[in-house]
């Protein structure tokens, strides 16, 4: 008899500007199936956060070192093999420009950015064009996922 380990995530939805397109049950779900598709082998502690443009563009000032807003910060807060910990930082504000310039339902556009920073906490990254690519491909099913579960 194969002996199959279960791995007990624990997923925080801290959604600080009542963000209504948020379904924190499905973004739970999704992040699950996320680290079982990577058979991510310690559990992880992980918080997605739904902040507004300004609070991002001080997190990307002050860590990454642009004035900017962006889409979604991600930090990886440990390197224990143990017990993995990581935050996800999404601005609905760019989140809802862009679902309206790719046509995309809001929550779709939230799904694939809380998708994306959970790769980056796996160790993805997306600084090369070959590496966008793949980083959409595996965005993209998780995103087939979650429709899956409708």
């Known amino acids: 008899m194969m002996m199959v380990k279960i791995v007990k995530n624990n ?13 924190e049950s499905r ?3 999704l992040v699950n199936w996320i680290l079982a ?12 956060i739904f902040v507004d443009d300004k609070f991002i563009t001080q997190l990307n000032g002050r860590f990454l070192g642009k004035s900017t807003p962006t889409d979604v910060i991600s930090f990886n807060l ?20 862009n679902a309206r310039q790719y046509a995309v339902e809001l929550g779709d556009e939230l799904y694939r950015l809380a998708a ?19 980083m959409t491909e595996l ?4 995103l087939e996922y979650i429709h899956s579960t409708l």
């Open 11 to 23: 997923i925080d939805i801290i959604n600080t500007i009542g963000a209504h397109a948020v379904d």
């Open 27 to 29: 973004m739970i779900d």
């Open 37 to 48: 598709s990577e058979k991510s082998s310690a559990p992880w502690n992980i918080s997605l």
């Open 78 to 97: 440990t390197d224990s093999p143990e017990q993995a910990e990581g935050e996800v930082y999404i601005s609905v504000d760019t989140a809802e420009a």
């Open 116 to 134: 994306h920073g959970v790769y980056h906490l796996l160790g993805y990254d997306d600084a090369a064009p070959a590496q966008r690519r793949h």
């Open 139 to 142: 965005e993209n099913k998780a």
